[in-house]
């Protein structure tokens, strides 16, 4: 069974910093693309950042790039994400994604939830 | 970027009713557009890719259609299973998420 577990998320003032982390089983993890996508609160999807197999590659949405830093450690089947100077509107619900066919999410964790606030 | 539009927002219908989505870029994807199902509490689930090809697992009475700007999601007869969110995702260039459509069950 494929599992995707995050973690890392919880209560931040603007400026801080966060490491959100995510545990994957059940897949061979360094064979995938991988992909962080976020939801804000009674909003839509959006793509955060992927990276490749190998972490040779990433890229991230605007928003984003230069504050957050996706990374993979594949004897550890993890993807992480490190944010940076974060925001009020960085709050959401964080979720880790494998990528299929290189742009398609067939499995997704259950999320972890960042807050952003003073 | 593209900017991708669902319609309705919401919808409420009956078990057993078809239900369509409409999902529209703001330029041609051609066929590279997905659809997702997402349930209170629960990560999104895939459903269809490619605009018309059906995940593995997901029910028949799910299907996708469209290519270029305008694409629709179909649920041929509505179940009480079926009452969530449906996103869809081009993948064109980048990846972008329409806003959703609620689907309810009378």
């Known amino acids: 069974e494929v599992q995707l577990v995050e973690s890392g998320g919880g209560l931040v003032q603007p400026g801080g910093s966060l490491k959100l982390s995510c545990v994957a089983s059940g897949i061979t993890f360094s064979s995938y693309w991988m992909r962080w996508v976020r939801q804000a609160p009674g909003k839509g999807l959006e793509w955060v950042a992927n990276i490749k197999q190998d972490g040779s590659e990433k890229h991230y949405v605007d928003s984003v790039r230069g504050r957050f830093t996706i990374s993979r450690d594949n004897a550890k089947n993890s993807l992480y994400l490190q944010m940076n100077s974060l925001r009020v509107d960085d709050t959401a619900l964080y979720y880790c994604?494998?990528?299929?066919?290189?742009?398609?999410?067939?499995?997704w964790g259950q999320g972890t939830l960042v807050t952003v606030s003073s | 970027d593209i900017q991708m539009t669902q319609s309705p927002s919401t919808l409420s219908a009956s078990v057993g009713d078809r239900v369509t989505i409409t999902c529209r870029a703001s330029q041609s994807i051609d066929r590279w557009l997905a659809w997702y199902q997402q349930k209170p509490g629960k990560a999104p689930k895939l459903l269809i890719y490619?605009?018309?090809s059906l995940q593995s697992g997901v029910p028949s009475r799910f299907s996708g259609s469209g290519s270029g700007t305008e694409f629709t999601l179909t649920i041929s007869s509505l179940q009480s299973d079926d009452s969530a969110t449906y996103h869809c995702?081009?993948?064109?260039?980048?990846?972008?998420f329409g806003q959703g459509t609620k689907v309810e069950i009378k």
């Open positions: 490619d605009a018309s």
């Open positions: 995702q081009q993948y064109k260039s980048y990846w972008t």
């Open positions: 994604a494998r990528v299929l066919r290189g742009h398609i999410l067939d499995y």
